[in-house]
């Protein structure tokens, strides 16, 4: 099994850490609010979080579970749109390194067909003090590189791992996903989300598709998904006409 060595992951002007296990990488940098970019990966996290608190798998040596913390200075309500951000990024490092089926669902899932590869997470926290106007903003990522089938008996969908396309070094996967992400940041940093936003819609997993949306109220809207509001909202044609989904997330599609 190829060990996680902070020597391996090349991300240039980035603090590089490696654990063997922790609860959650999100949590640890969000907590120590560190001045620079820093990298934490780790062999095993215990008490990874998903979209609206769900639980993300991750196995000791299977995945590649990592969070890079950096300060972003944008207006706290384009904030929202910086998982979307972050998924471009992944992705595109993924079909470099030649997983070429890599796609995206939103609002922050990396998929292969119907089959989910990864997911992100992004957290972030206002500044005070010197550093007041910016945001702490830490970006989880998660991907399965090798294929469990255990994992997909246990959430009883269709689970994808990076295996199946490539030979992954998980070092490699991290240092060219960070990278991406590192460039992407600034990117949005500089242009906000609109830089990014023809590139989601090139990669959207479901574009023109009808979808099954279930809001974070609980209820669910149905419509054929539009791609993406210039803030980063979900684009749906209803029958009642075009509706912006902000917060929620896909649980059905088909074929129109």
Do not use: Y
């Not at 993924?94 to 089926?101: C, F, I």
């Not at 279930?214 to 044609?237: E, F, H, W």
């Amino acid at each position: 099994m190829e060990r996680l060595e902070p020597e391996r992951i090349d991300v240039p002007g980035v603090e590089v850490r490696v654990v063997a296990r922790c609860s959650s990488t999100n949590s640890l940098l969000l907590a120590q609010n560190a001045a620079g970019p820093v990298l934490l990966a780790t062999e095993e996290q215990i008490a990874g979080r998903g979209q609206h608190g769900r639980q993300w798998h991750s196995a000791a040596g299977a995945d590649v579970t990592f969070s890079l913390s950096r300060r972003v200075r944008r207006p706290a309500r384009e904030l929202a749109s910086l998982s979307l951000v972050a998924g471009v990024a992944a992705a595109r490092a993924l079909r470099a390194l030649g997983a070429a089926a890599v796609a995206l669902k939103w609002p922050n899932d990396l998929v292969v067909g119907s089959a989910k590869l990864g997911g992100i997470l992004v957290e972030t926290r206002a500044e005070v003090g010197a550093e007041a106007g910016a945001t702490h903003a830490v970006v989880g990522v998660g991907i399965n590189c090798f294929r469990r089938p255990i994992l997909e008996r246990r959430l009883r969908r269709p689970v994808a791992a990076l295996d199946q396309f490539i030979r992954p070094s998980r070092n490699a996967v991290i240092g060219a996903i960070a990278r991406a992400l590192i460039a992407a940041l600034e990117r949005f940093e500089a242009e906000g989300f609109a830089a990014a936003r023809s590139q989601w819609e090139a990669m959207d997993a479901h574009a023109g598709q009808r979808l099954r949306v279930r809001l974070a109220d609980g209820r669910s809207i149905s419509g054929i998904g539009a791609g993406l509001a210039a803030d980063g909202a979900l684009r749906l044609i209803t029958r009642a006409g075009e509706r912006a989904v902000h917060s929620g997330r896909i649980v059905a599609t088909r074929l129109p």
